[in-house]
């Protein structure tokens, strides 16, 4: 067996100054048809939402399609009350929508008329961004290549590009069938064959066919998340089930993985969950969409405002479409959003010194809090990023990224600029002996990892192995 | 200097290398299969799983500990066979059908194990049907069910009312991030927790308390 593994696209940085790495600001911008330019100086808000607890069948889907209808009216409405700049509405289906592609497109297009109506009755312009599910693991183990989840999924990204969702996006999970695995023992080996090896690997082939996708209907592949590997891991670490460090560690890696996207062709701006996308934004120049505390209705984070130091568009993850005193949840995180977005584009008219002292409020409130938060800030990303595209294949990059971390979180420690707790010190020794450990040469390393990892889990043949 | 006995110590330690001399040196000296699992596997389990509640620590270093007694067990089964000694307890877990989460569910079932219970993990998307062919199957005393969507808790309601048309006295404790206590009340299982640790205080509270049907 044979790596096929080719080097790295992205072989310098796009932004080296960590005050340059700043929300509403990206060195390659993106605009919209309706003339968003993300990236190019304003943040947009990015607003995102779900069910409550129904069942999403063909007998309930009248029920689902007027929740979206009620949403997206109620949601836009509030925006263009606030007088928000522009919006991005992410539709991240849930997974029934997927596996039949004709109901997700029937929300797509309720809620591409909701903004249109919005923008007849306003002039409020937008975005939609679809994120179908990666249901290929429904088969265990799972099927990345064929069978009917993945041509479902395509069908989807295919008939809803068609239909005017403009960005592209999903929460890839290749790899994953090992990574939970790796997680929950604390292998950071495991991990690093999940993400640098099966990851990668994967995200090559689905980011290959999302960009034909892409490019036959004009539209953008906007950027993938490592949502269920270093989110996972936020998670896991925030239940204490993990230690933070660990997490940390793993975010770092994790930007190797979610970098494939950009190597196949995705423009930002990235996944709002894919906390690593700061790193990315240092290596690709793309915009990024963040979230943060805005996001606690969905998952508890320990960044939430160091998180928005350098998005372009600023997510509340999902909220289910409840009521609250406020309104309905969706309408009420979309003030949130608006005003979040309203201090930043406040600061950054004021010219960069302003908006570099917001920048350096947001990094500083967290950054010395949780290793975490520390991890992505500004200057900890652009050193990563440095670390990454200094190496000549993803397996290289995944474990310079995961030692230069290491390093970054220890001397902060040292230099007691970053709380470590006592039962997690140990951890960043025992991961540096483990990365010295770890072969230089990839074919053996897969071999190793092979070796180790459960049968009944994955099939190799789907990863090229 | 701990007062824990050598394999009991060994457990809490992880130890695994360890337990196969230390299992020998009980059986030698007499002990029987049970009373060992008894008094010095549990114990020793018991002792992480509370280090692990007082964040003491992670769940990684609980997998080491779980591991040793794993080692300990496999040395005693044909021993606790041949002596018709099973846990006391069995338990069916899963997710729910259309649910693909489950990290939280295999915490679940890790901890079950701990306290000492058998336990079939069905995985996840597992329908109602097939959860209560594995209670007609199984007997267990208890089922866990996992979900994590919103758009999956009606199919935890499908698959409580499943079971109990199953017509087997078994106790259900249901969990995961969007489901509440009331929501458990609401669909007619015997008990919710919110997380893994409690799942075991739980389930304990709900077995001593006797099957329901
Ligand atoms: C039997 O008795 C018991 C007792 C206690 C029990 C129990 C049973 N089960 C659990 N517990 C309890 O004990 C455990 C340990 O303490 C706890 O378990 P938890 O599972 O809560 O905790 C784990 C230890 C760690 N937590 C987790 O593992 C879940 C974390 C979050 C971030 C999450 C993850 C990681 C993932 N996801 Co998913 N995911 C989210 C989650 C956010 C959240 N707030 O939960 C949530 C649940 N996901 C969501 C979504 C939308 C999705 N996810 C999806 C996929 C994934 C990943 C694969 C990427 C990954 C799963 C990894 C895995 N193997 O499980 C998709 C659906 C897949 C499917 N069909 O199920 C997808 C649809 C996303 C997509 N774009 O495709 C959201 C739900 C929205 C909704 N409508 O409900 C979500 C809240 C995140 C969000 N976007 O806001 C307790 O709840």
Same mark, same amino acid.
């Given at each position: 067996m044979t790596s096929t593994?080719?080097?790295?696209?992205?072989?310098?940085?796009?932004?080296?100054?960590?005050?340059?790495?700043?929300?509403?600001?990206?060195?390659?911008?993106?605009?919209?048809?309706?003339?968003?330019?993300?990236?190019?100086?304003?943040?947009?808000?990015?607003?995102?939402?779900?069910?409550?607890?129904?069942?999403?069948?063909?007998?309930?889907?009248p029920q689902v399609c007027d929740q979206y209808r009620q949403i997206i009216k109620g949601v836009l409405r509030r925006a263009a009350e606030?007088?928000?700049?522009?919006?991005?509405?992410?539709?991240?289906?849930?997974?029934?929508?997927?596996?039949?592609?004709?109901?997700?497109?029937?929300?797509?297009?309720i809620l591409l008329d909701g903004m249109v109506a919005e923008r007849d009755k306003s002039g409020l312009r937008s975005v939609l961004r679809l994120t179908p599910n990666d249901n290929r693991e429904f088969e265990r183990p799972p099927l990345m290549r064929r069978g009917r989840y993945w041509e479902a999924m395509l069908e989807l990204f295919d008939s809803g590009a068609a239909a005017g969702a403009e960005l592209l996006s999903i929460e890839s999970v290749g790899g994953k069938e090992l990574h939970d695995e790796a997680l929950v023992n604390g292998d950071l080996a495991g991990s690093l064959f999940a993400l640098c090896i099966l990851g990668v690997r994967d995200m090559r082939f689905l980011w290959t066919h999302l960009h034909d996708i892409a490019e036959k209907h004009g539209v953008n592949c906007a950027g993938d998340t490592a949502c269920g590997f270093g989110n996972t891991a936020m998670v896991l670490a925030e239940q204490r089930m993990i230690p933070r460090v660990f997490a940390a560690v793993v975010r770092a890696v994790t930007a190797v993985?979610?970098?494939?996207?950009? %190597?196949?062709?995705?423009?930002?701006? #990235?996944? @709002?969950?894919? /906390?690593?996308?700061?790193?990315?934004? =240092?290596?690709?120049?793309?915009?990024?969409?963040?979230?943060?505390?805005?996001?606690?209705?969905?998952h508890l984070s320990p960044m939430g405002n160091l998180a928005a130091a350098c998005c372009d568009t600023?997510?509340?993850?999902?909220?289910?479409?409840?009521?609250?005193?406020?309104?309905?949840?969706?309408?009420?995180?979309?003030?949130?959003?608006?005003?979040?977005?309203?201090?930043?584009?406040?600061?950054?008219?004021e010219g960069p010194p302003?908006?570099?002292?917001?920048?350096?409020?947001?990094?500083?409130?967290?950054?010395?809090?949780?290793?975490?938060?520390?991890?992505?800030?500004?200057?900890?990303?652009? %050193?990563?990023?440095?670390?990454?595209? #200094?190496? @000549?294949?993803? /397996?290289?990059?995944?474990?310079?990224? =995961?030692?230069?971390?290491?390093?970054?979180?220890?001397?902060?420690?040292?230099?007691?600029?970053?709380r470590i707790a006592d039962n997690e010190a140990g951890w960043l020794e025992q991961m540096a002996d483990t990365l010295d450990e770890l072969p230089q040469d990839e074919d053996t390393f897969i071999e190793e990892q092979l070796a180790l990892a459960d049968p009944e889990k994955f099939l190799p043949a789907e990863y090229e192995l | 200097m701990s007062d824990h006995h050598p394999l009991t110590e060994a457990i809490i330690r992880g130890r695994r290398k360890d337990v196969p001399t230390l299992v020998s040196q009980c059986l030698e000296a007499g002990e029987s299969a049970q009373s060992i699992v008894e008094h010095r596997l549990v114990p020793g389990m018991a002792v992480v799983g509370e280090r692990f509640k007082k964040n003491e620590i992670f769940v990684p270093e609980m997998l080491i500990a779980a591991r040793a007694m794993k080692e300990a067990l496999k040395i005693l089964e044909p021993d606790l066979v041949a002596a018709g000694v099973k846990p006391e307890f069995t338990a069916v877990i899963g997710t729910v059908e259309g649910d693909l989460?489950?990290?939280?569910?295999?915490?679940?079932?890790?901890?079950?194990?701990?306290?000492?219970?058998?336990?079939?993990?069905?995985?996840?998307?597992?329908?109602?049907?097939?959860?209560?062919?594995?209670?007609q199957e199984h007997r267990p005393n208890l089922v866990g069910?996992?979900?994590?969507?919103?758009?999956?808790?009606?199919?935890?309601?499908?698959?409580?009312?499943?079971?109990?048309d199953a017509g087997v006295p078994v106790k259900i404790v249901i969990g995961g991030?969007?489901?509440?206590?009331?929501?458990?009340?609401?669909?007619?299982?015997?008990?919710?927790?919110?997380?893994?640790?409690?799942?075991?205080?739980?389930a304990l509270a709900l077995l001593k308390q006797g099957a329901s049907s």
């Open positions: 593994a080719p080097a790295l696209r992205f072989n310098r940085l796009a932004i080296e100054d960590p005050r340059a790495l700043i929300f509403g600001r990206a060195p390659h911008p993106l605009t919209t048809r309706d003339g968003l330019v993300i990236g190019g100086g304003t943040v947009y808000p990015e607003i995102n939402f779900t069910l409550p607890s129904m069942g999403v069948n063909a007998a309930t889907l606030l007088e928000a700049p522009g919006v991005v509405v992410e539709f991240e289906t849930l997974p029934p929508m997927t596996e039949h592609p004709a109901w997700g497109l029937e929300i797509v297009r993985r979610s970098l494939v996207a950009y %190597e196949c062709g995705a423009v930002g701006p #990235g996944k @709002d969950c894919g /906390y690593e996308n700061p790193i990315l934004k =240092a290596i690709t120049g793309f915009p990024m969409a963040m979230e943060g505390k805005t996001a606690a209705c969905a600023w997510s509340n993850e999902s909220v289910q479409n409840i009521k609250l005193l406020g309104g309905m949840a969706p309408t009420c995180f979309m003030e949130q959003l608006v005003y979040d977005c309203r201090l930043m584009n406040r600061a950054a008219s302003a908006a570099e002292t917001l920048q350096r409020w947001l990094v500083e409130s967290d950054a010395s809090l949780d290793p975490q938060a520390y991890i992505i800030s500004p200057a900890a990303s652009i %050193e990563l990023a440095r670390a990454i595209v #200094g190496a @000549d294949s993803h /397996y290289h990059a995944g474990v310079a990224a =995961a030692r230069r971390a290491i390093d970054l979180l220890s001397s902060a420690s040292a230099a007691g600029a970053l | 989460h489950d990290i939280g569910k295999n915490l679940v079932a890790m901890m079950w194990k701990g306290a000492n219970m058998e336990v079939i993990d069905l995985g996840v998307n597992v329908s109602p049907a097939k959860f209560a062919a594995a209670v069910l996992s979900a994590l969507l919103t758009t999956t808790m009606p199919a935890m309601r499908d698959t409580v009312q499943a079971i109990r991030a969007p489901v509440t206590h009331t929501f458990a009340e609401e669909i007619g299982a015997d008990g919710y927790a919110p997380d893994a640790a409690s799942a075991v205080d739980c």
